[in-house]
């Protein structure tokens, strides 16, 4: 948990941090695009001896709007302030995504919220941010109003990798297609989930590779399949490797998708205990086996694998 951030949950915020650089979006997975983004604000709070907002939503708009969006983050909120800490963020305002919210106009957003409430000095935003009733708001009308609320308004060009314009929805296909080294270099880390170990079948016990059960919740699904892992325990710093199936396990015709993680050199009880697991190399696709040899054997080649990835 990062205790330095103040979080605001509204932007009723104190007066300390008003007059501040604030960037607005999800954020979803902090990728290199956002972390570009972060650094150039930065380099101002160096400069003016200021502050560093995070003004972010929840749920994520498209997830409000869209109710049948389940599995769809990259990062969850905790996983997000980590991410801010590193970035100089001095506060971070979470505002509950509702209908009323969804009804303030594009120019109430900026005249009421921005600027009368926050009195930003700075807004950063991406080249296509929308915002507003039914979005109608756009970087052409915050340029607009920044002479007249006196603020100034950054808009840095997308980044790009090989042509292509870095973005969250452009990292979800990665992953949920299998292409996770590509994935994490665009993160630039390890792409890693957490969540609370849940009672299972038991089913790796019988197999002869125990493994925690983990409800992914609202991430989104990775290519299902066998996936070589590092994972973290709360209160204990040592990191763990391991080997971890995200799917539906077809051998025992399972329904619901669901992420089992075997811990290498590691003895405990660990149900009811969140562990963040991160995604290091994806070994092969999910299949489906014959009975329990068939399964214990390839498990066994996984597992070796695994052991030897760096």
């Known amino acids: 948990m990062v205790n330095n951030i103040k979080k605001y949950k509204d932007y ?3 007066k300390i941090h008003k ?36 003004f972010t939503f929840y749920p994520m708009p498209k997830m409000f709007f869209n109710k049948k969006i389940k599995n769809y983050k990259i990062s969850n909120f905790e996983q997000k302030l980590n991410y801010f800490k590193k970035f100089g963020v001095d506060f971070i305002i979470n505002k509950k995504f509702n209908k009323k919210f969804s009804k303030i106009s594009c120019h109430d ?11 930003i000095k700075y807004i950063f935003v991406s080249n296509n941010f929308r915002f507003g009733h039914n979005r109608k708001g756009n970087i052409k009308l915050l340029k607009y109003y920044q002479k007249i609320y006196n603020y100034k308004l950054i808009t840095p060009k997308p980044f790009k990798k090989e042509k292509k314009i870095i973005s969250s929805t452009y990292i979800r296909k990665l992953l949920e297609r299998g292409y996770l080294n590509k ?20 089913i790796g016990r019988k197999v002869g590779f125990p493994t925690c059960n983990i409800d992914i919740g609202n991430y989104v699904i990775s290519k299902p399949g066998v996936y070589a892992v590092n994972v973290k325990i709360p209160k204990i710093k040592k ?3 391991g080997i971890a199936n995200l799917g539906y396990r077809p051998t ?5 998708i669901l992420l089992e993680v075997n811990l290498f050199n590691f003895s405990g009880n660990l149900y009811n205990k969140k562990l963040s697991v991160e995604f290091l190399k994806f070994i092969r696709g999910e299949r489906k086996f014959k009975g329990f ?5 390839q498990i066994k080649k996984d597992v070796l694998i695994a052991k030897n990835i760096r």
Request: aromatic residues 8%.
């Open 252 to 256: 025992f015709k399972q329904k619901k």
């Open 12 to 14: 009723k915020i104190n």
């Open 109 to 119: 957003f900026i005249i009421k919220i921005l600027s009368k409430e926050l009195n």
């Open 239 to 241: 990191k763990y490797k």
């Open 293 to 297: 040899d068939d399964l214990r054997n």
């Open 19 to 54: 007059k501040s650089i604030i960037l607005i979006g999800n954020f979803d997975g902090l990728h290199l695009g956002h972390q570009k983004l972060f650094r150039a604000a930065r380099k101002i709070k160096k400069k003016y001896k200021t502050k560093i907002g995070v």
């Open 183 to 202: 994935a994490n270099k665009l993160l630039n880390r390890n792409w890693s989930v957490e969540g609370k170990v849940e009672k299972g079948r038991k």
